[in-house]
């Protein structure tokens, strides 16, 4: 399935972005997931938790995809 994600201001953490979506439901378990080499960034795994996210950017967690675009007021 893949999900839209506006992005509010420059960018968003990747960790913030598992919750803000509901993939992840604590930020404890993002961590642990990012850090387990489980999350992809532009098809490339990211274990930076804090990664910086703009739009234009897709990240995939086991079969779900997130596109990240910007916001109306951006």
């Known amino acids: 399935?893949?999900?839209f994600l506006e992005v509010r201001g420059d960018y968003i953490?990747?960790?913030q972005l598992l919750k803000?979506?509901?993939l992840c439901h604590s930020g404890g378990y993002a961590h642990s997931e990012i850090e387990a080499g489980k999350v992809s960034?532009?098809?490339v795994v990211e274990?930076?938790?804090r990664a910086k996210l703009r739009p234009g950017q897709v990240?995939?967690?086991g079969e779900e995809t997130v596109k990240l675009l910007a916001s109306e007021g951006s």
């Open 1 to 3: 399935m893949t999900l």
């Open 13 to 15: 953490q990747l960790d």
């Open 20 to 22: 803000t979506t509901g």
């Open 41 to 43: 960034v532009d098809g």
């Open 47 to 49: 274990t930076r938790k």
């Open 59 to 61: 990240v995939r967690y």
